[in-house]
């Protein structure tokens, strides 16, 4: 009885062998896909692009946007947003790789989102770079700005704002090279006030001839100079506001539930057109100018009169953005 038993374990021990090496086996299978997978990410990840602060600490050059791969290039592109690189540096921004991606029908849907989900915000970055008075660094941005979308009005709105921060730059050159040319501090000469007028008051000859009696020397006397009339105080009109636009709300701002003011300065000019429209103060900085601005310029009035003709004329305005 004894004897029998003993195939009956062995049996019993193969049996519980076989699973076990089975599992053994399914084990090396996963950790050998598991190596593969791990070579193959080492490999892709190696032909990335270097971060901006990466290749900037490194010194090295970030590669244009068209050596790369559509799949590193969309990488390369979510980096530069999440960088805030929009615009710039140049060849190593978002928006120039997302138009590469454009350019490829594979990845034409994504790039468009991309670029229209961007373009507020690369226009409110525009805008900052025209205050600050980088006028060829803003015609650079722009023209990447019309890349992606050609009709949009903005442009239309920044290319006025750029145009108007160049003749402002034009303006503050020449008065500053006015300043400093010699002929700039020589005085007027002094003109002297006008002599009082003396008029003679003859005397009436004697009809006698035996008079003897001496003949007085003619009297001068001073004619009082006749007062200027004084003239009216002329007649001014403020203007009158016909169409007032009213801002648009940034996205930026609506999503992280911000309010502000923005406090404008403009001109109003004969027509009743909008000029030289400039921010005095804001809050918060920056976020809400480009709305204000834009709206401000698309107003009308009837312009200031000076004796019934019309003048141009500065404004100061709040606007206030409330949820």
């Known amino acids: 009885m004894f004897r029998s038993s003993i195939p009956a374990r ?34 892709r990840d190696a032909s990335l692009p270097p971060s901006p602060v990466t290749s900037a600490a490194a010194g090295s050059v970030a590669r244009p946007a068209e050596a790369l791969p559509p799949d590193a290039l969309l990488r390369a592109a979510r980096a530069d ?41 690369a226009a409110d970055h525009v805008a900052a770079t025209i205050r600050d008075g980088h006028t060829d660094e803003a015609k650079r941005e722009l023209d990447l700005l019309a890349r992606a979308d050609p009709a949009n009005y903005t442009l239309t709105l920044l290319r006025n704002q750029l145009a108007a921060q ?19 501090a020589v005085p007027a000469p002094r003109r002297e006030p006008p002599a009082p007028t003396v008029a003679a008051v003859p005397v009436p000859e004697s009809r006698s001839p035996a008079s003897t009696m001496p003949v007085p020397p003619p009297v001068a006397r001073i004619a009082p100079s006749p007062k200027p009339a004084a003239a009216p105080a002329p007649r001014v009109t403020p203007p009158v506001l016909l169409r007032r636009v009213e801002p648009y709300y940034p996205q930026a701002a609506r999503r992280a539930r911000r309010q502000g003011w923005v406090e404008l300065a403009f001109t109003v000019l004969p027509d009743g057109r909008v000029d030289a429209v400039r921010v005095l103060q804001a809050e918060p900085g920056s976020m809400f100018d480009l709305a204000a601005t834009t709206a401000v310029r698309r107003w009308t009035f009837k312009p200031a009169t000076r004796d019934g003709r019309p003048i141009a004329m500065d404004l100061h305005q709040r606007l206030d953005f409330r949820l």
């Open 81 to 121: 947003v999440a960088a805030q690189h929009l615009l710039a540096p140049v060849g190593d921004n978002a928006f120039e790789r997302y138009l590469v991606l454009r350019a490829q029908p594979s990845s034409r849907g994504v790039a468009d989102d991309a670029l229209r989900e961007l373009f507020p915000y």
């Open 10 to 43: 062995r049996r019993s021990q193969r049996g519980v062998t076989r699973p076990a090496l089975a599992v053994v086996v399914l084990l090396l299978v996963l950790a050998g896909v598991f190596v593969h997978a791990w070579w193959q990410r080492i490999h």
């Open 166 to 184: 160049e003749a402002q730059l034009a303006a503050t050159a020449a008065a500053a090279t006015t300043a400093n040319s010699p002929s700039a």
